[in-house]
């Protein structure tokens, strides 16, 4: 049976689907609680030590000094102290509770290191207020806790934020659900009541509520909002049919094979939490870096010490230089350096629909040589279009078309709907149509203007011995194209050709791939004539057809044997294996498990050009990070030689003060560095 012929067995049927755009909302098959309670804990705590701070600031001696005034009154520094005492415990208590977790587990890192500056910076202007000869440090273990509290909070806020955007799909649900009992009877139930092996109806122009299999009916499903796949697929009895998806014509009764956390869904949103917590090898970098930071504060701290007492200054001196130190050394822009960067791309990337599932080769994105594509739904659109309009000998183009598009208005099948917005294109006036019907396996025919009319396969026009040119229609359906043929009143009057159309985005993604020195691969099982008709349209650099499911994996494994870093983009299904194999595997829609699992990349779009994005992002991302790290580290090289007194022969010495409020201005500069990057 020819490819057309199998179009052709379509059920066409009359009227459109109603779809409905409804986003229902109130759904918790989805918890983030615990996420979101952490951000509102981090945001609580920074606004309310915020506020405390001010009256800190205001009472500090040293800020007083600075501006110039004089606020001072009898016992101050007792409602300093107390005031301060509650940013401590109140503020500082999430990196004292984790600094202690760290220690617990013999591995000290950044949450040790705050934990550690703050405690100093408490506890030695504790003893000043008490007796100790010195300045306190008040309004310095305020702004430092203040400005920990924020960054903790925006990392936070980005990485749910990027939960947000994706959760959105969960409006793509129905609230409710029809079940099917034993007698066939429907009872509408909310979701989470629906177990394994139950059945329920979807109604034509419904959504599919849950993933499972049709055990009676067919229809062709929209599946464009969950997998980007704009052209419906046929789904008949013993298909998987996605929970989000849209029936659009005859009824569907299915099986339920997944329910809450093993549906599609909740795959992708599960997918995003990975993305947050993989950690990426620069964000290692900077936990091991935290780790042995903390040894040098510890070490450096007490050398300071030790030297300034043997040079044979007072113990008070020589303590305020090890708390300066001490209080330097505490990381936090090289703790913020990596994490923020990363949240703030998980945002970016989650609004472009870049789910990111392993950071690390995300970041090696930026290193790619070659692209490998697969061909069908990646550079095509996956939907039909007219490429070619062949009429007989008396008729005219726009004839042809305008009684093929007039009859196939009636059909919701893809290549009824490339007539028509072919003839919709060319301002061609559709007529009315009577007595339409489907012929079982041939076409469809009705009457248009009057006339009899038929949109009919080959195997009809060869079955009633008709004349067409034979030579013409073989050359086009070698190139892959799809031909039916137009009859009006029993007489041929012309052929259309149509074909998967190629997206203009797949044009432009290979032309910036070019521009960047990228080298472009199809990978296609298609036969070799349909996949070099479209490598010629987007001019790709390679072409390897008739390839089977495993040798796509060979393939690319031979393209890395150039020592090229390799990304393989398909749909997750028979690229499986190449995605698995490749330095980065990117998932084209991510219809399959199959998909969520070997791809490091899922672009929800469907969009080529996102390949591009994603690389540009991987850049900008990487670039952010060692500029961060930069700040962060050179900030520590040259701040503790001068805190612990280096320079102090020739008269530098770096107070306690001044070293916070580097510390702080290192910090804010590193966040705003990281906030500054963008799509």
Known sequence: MTKQDEHMQHDHSNGAATHEGQAHEGHDHYDHHDHGDMVSDFKKRFFISLIVTIPILALSPMIQEFMGVDWRFANDQYILFVLSTFVFFYGGWPFITGGISELRDKNPGMMTLIGLAIIIAYGYSALVVFGWTGNDLFWELATLVDIMLLGHWIEMRSVMGASNALEQLVKLMPNEAHRLDEHDQVEDVPLSNLQHHDRVLVKPGEKVPVDGIIVDGKSAIDESMLTGESVPVEKYQGDEVIGGSVNNEGSLTIQVEKTGEDSYLSQVITMVREAQDSKSKTQDLTNRAAKWLFYLALAAGFITLFVWLLLGYSFDTALERMVTVM?????????????LVVAVSTAISAKQGLLIRNRANFEEARNLNAVVFDKTGTLT???FGVTDLVPMEGHQEDEVLSYAASLEQHSEHPIATG???????????LEKVV???????????GKVAGKQVNVVSPGYVNDHQMDYDEKLFNAMSEAGKTVVFVLVEDRLIGMIALADMVRETAKEAIAALKNNG?????L??????????????????????????N????????IQKKGWKVAMTGDGINDAPALATADLGIAIGAGTDVAMETADVVLVKSNPKDVVALMDLSQKTYRKMIQNLWWATGYNILAIPLAAGLLAPVGIVLSPAVGAVLMSLSTIIVAINAKLLKA
């Open 551 to 558: 040798d796509k994996a060979d393939q690319v494994k031979k």
């Open 518 to 522: 990228i080298h472009s691969i199809m």
């Open 524 to 549: 296609t099982g298609d036969n070799q004539k349909v996949a070099n008709w479209v490598a010629k349209q987007l001019d790709i650099d390679e072409v390897y057809a008739e390839v089977l499911p």
């Open 419 to 429: 007539i028509v917005t072919s003839a919709k294109e060319k301002k061609i006036q």
């Open 435 to 445: 007595d339409f019907e489907s012929i079982t396996g041939k076409g469809i025919e």
């Open 381 to 383: 659109k996956g939907e």
């Open 327 to 339: 209080v330097i050394t505490c990381p936090h822009a090289l703790g913020l350096a990596a994490p």
